[in-house]
């Protein structure tokens, strides 16, 4: 096989090749290994030289389909609990693998009437969703790291015309450091835009009155007043160590009395805004000038999905139009141009798994989820602390517990490097998975339950290979 039109009679072959095994994938996420490292062998089959004369797509992706399905880390099962992640709800799947049928131009209206308004529709359910103003601008990007490079690229704009300076026509230099202040909450993906953006890393202070970095707004007032609030403050709603959460509301208060630009960070802590029993942590959100939050963590659609939100969308066309191309339109009420309001260019149609996944379930739906993970992870905090041998670090807060192994008879100062050991152990071991991560100089475990799969049953399963595991490495 050479050429792909010799297969232009048969292009839905190999659509049928993954639908085949789909199934049967799926439903063996329920109790298969997280990660079976006996399988690591078939990394092997996916090498070897360039393929001279091809497989033909229906082999090749029958193979794709073989490797993938053994030896992927199956972390859009229920006991993937490394990092915050998500899984993907069966209708944002299929609202994937449409959106690569159509494989639409989603960045310009002419191009895709129908990926554009997709964009604008799921944006304003998103608003909605999160009790979000529906006068807010917004932006589909691949990850929340972007969406706060889209938010913080308007701010840095905003920053910059108070000095004269058009930012996007100029760039930065001859102004000074652009103020950014924030909580020891904050995540490094803001630091991660401020150096994509050219502020730098390293210049973002924080202002934490403890070691768990919780926020000392009196500093922060007075940082405030002395650069004559032309700053930008990060608030963080929702951390990836304890889901703890910066007081909105008091950071917006500051932002309106010194004029500051306000931006929160709500990867995955904006869906607190869904129940009735979290939504105070949001409160005071939809007074902020940007707001940052991630689709693929706990709204359960497929890896690539971030949103940014902005107070008024002219600020992503000054951050992000005017590009000089005589041959892109301008924006237009309805016809708008994606590509002129955000880092992206050329992107896919993202919006299609949202509107399939928010379609199908819904705000209750949504809802419904969100509370039972409050449930679970409230319960997996009530079997560490019933457990002698493991100590929760943090009241769980939203849907983390944070805590570490602690058997009786182990000094301190032996404590994170057992943690290490059983970490790796445990990413070993596949049933579940959760790594270490570091928190008030410790090394602890933070599992995090946003996938719609898990189950109170996930996680008791999870407490009980942490203290097998556990006793195992402590000898
Ligand atoms: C995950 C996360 C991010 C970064 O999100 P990506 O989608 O990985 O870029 C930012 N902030 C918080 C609080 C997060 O949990």
Known sequence: MSDPLDERDRAGDPLAVVAREAGAYLESLRERLVHDGTKDALLDDLDGPLPVTGDGAVAAVQELVRIGTGAA???????????????????????????????????????????????????????????????????????????????????????????????????????????????GLV??????ALQILGCGRDTLRTFA????????LDAMDA????????????????????????????LADLAERHGAWLHVDGAF?????LSPRTAHLARGVERADSVTADGHKWLNVPYESGFSFVRDQAWLSRAF??????????????????????PESSRRARALP???TLRAYGRDGYREMVERHLDVAAHLGELVE??????????????????????????????????????????????????????????????????????????????????????????
Not at 227 to 244: F, H
Not at 328 to 333: H, N, Q, R, S, T
């Open 73 to 183: 880390t199956h972390s859009s099962g229920p006991r993937f609990f490394h990092f915050v992640v998500g899984g993907s709800t069966p209708a944002a799947i299929a609202g994937d693998w449409t959106a690569s049928l159509l494989d639409q131009v989603a960045g310009m209206w002419p191009a895709s009437p129908l990926a554009t308004r997709a964009e604008t529709v799921v944006l304003r359910w998103l608003k909605e969703l999160f009790g979000l103003p529906e006068s807010f601008g917004g932006v589909l990007t691949p990850s929340a790291t972007l969406a706060h490079v889209a938010g913080l690229a308007c701010a840095r704009y905003w920053w910059a015309d108070k000095y004269g300076v058009d930012v996007t026509s100029r760039g930065l230099a001859g102004l000074p450091v652009m103020p950014v202040f924030s909580s």
């Open 187 to 192: 995540h490094v993906s803001t630091r991660k």
């Open 209 to 216: 009155r403890d070691d768990a970095g919780r926020v000392d």
């Open 223 to 250: 940082a405030l007043a002395r650069v004559g609030g032309r700053a930008v403050i990060v608030a963080n709603l929702g951390e990836v160590n304890t889901g703890d959460s910066d007081p909105i509301a008091d």
């Open 269 to 273: 802590g904006l869906f607190a805004a």
């Open 321 to 342: 139009g005017a590009w000089g191309a005589a041959y892109l339109p301008d924006a237009d009420g309805e016809r708008v141009n994606y590509n002129m309001l955000g």
């Open 354 to 356: 949202i509107w399939a």
């Open 386 to 475: 019933a457990a002698p041998d493991l100590e929760l670090l943090a009241p769980v807060q939203l849907c983390i517990a944070c805590f570490r192994f602690r058997p009786d008879g182990v000094p301190e100062e032996r404590l994170d490097a057992l943690n290490a050991r059983l970490g790796e152990a445990l990413l070993a071991d596949g049933r579940v998975y959760a790594g270490t991560s570091t928190y008030r100089g410790m090394t602890v475990f933070r599992p995090a339950p946003v996938n719609w799969r898990t189950t109170k049953a996930d996680v008791e399963r999870l407490v009980d290979v942490v203290r097998e595991l556990g006793a195992a490495v402590a000898d």
